[in-house]
């Protein structure tokens, strides 16, 4: 069965951190890829950063590198985005999400369509 779970969203104000969980079923977890993508109301799905299945490339979107980190616990079958720095516009809707696809490079994995499965997501206010 998939099932992905997300938290850790919440209130912080501008410049703090908050940290993002990813509870993932066995079977998810040994994905080709995985995820974070955040939207906000009325807006397409943006994505955030991924990591491959084997723990050991990363992606990032622009607007976070240097202050988000991906990370896999294998042990825990969980995957983290560890927010630093935060700005108000990192605000939104945070979703993690599985590809079962494991033919696709760097770009093709920043692609929503690349995802076949996700969380129901978790909210992520900035205050400034």
């Known amino acids: 069965q998939v099932q992905l779970v997300d938290t850790g969203g919440g209130l912080a104000q501008a410049g703090c951190p908050l940290r993002l969980s990813c509870a993932a079923s066995v079977r998810t977890f040994s994905s080709p890829a995985m995820a974070w993508f955040r939207q906000a109301p009325g807006k397409e799905r943006e994505f955030v950063s991924a990591?491959?299945?084997?723990?050991?490339?990363?992606y990032y979107v622009d607007s976070v590198k240097g202050r988000f980190t991906i990370s896999r616990d294998t042990a825990k079958n969980t995957m983290y985005l560890q927010m630093n720095s935060l700005k108000p516009e990192d605000t939104d809707d945070y979703y993690c999400?599985?590809?079962?696809?494991?033919?696709?490079?760097?770009?093709?994995?920043?692609?929503?369509?690349?995802?076949?499965?996700w969380g129901q997501g978790t909210q992520v206010t900035v205050s400034s």
């Open positions: 999400e599985a590809s079962s696809r494991s033919s696709g490079g760097a770009d093709f994995y920043t692609k929503p369509d690349a995802y076949d499965y």
């Open positions: 990591i491959m299945g084997s723990g050991g490339s990363t």
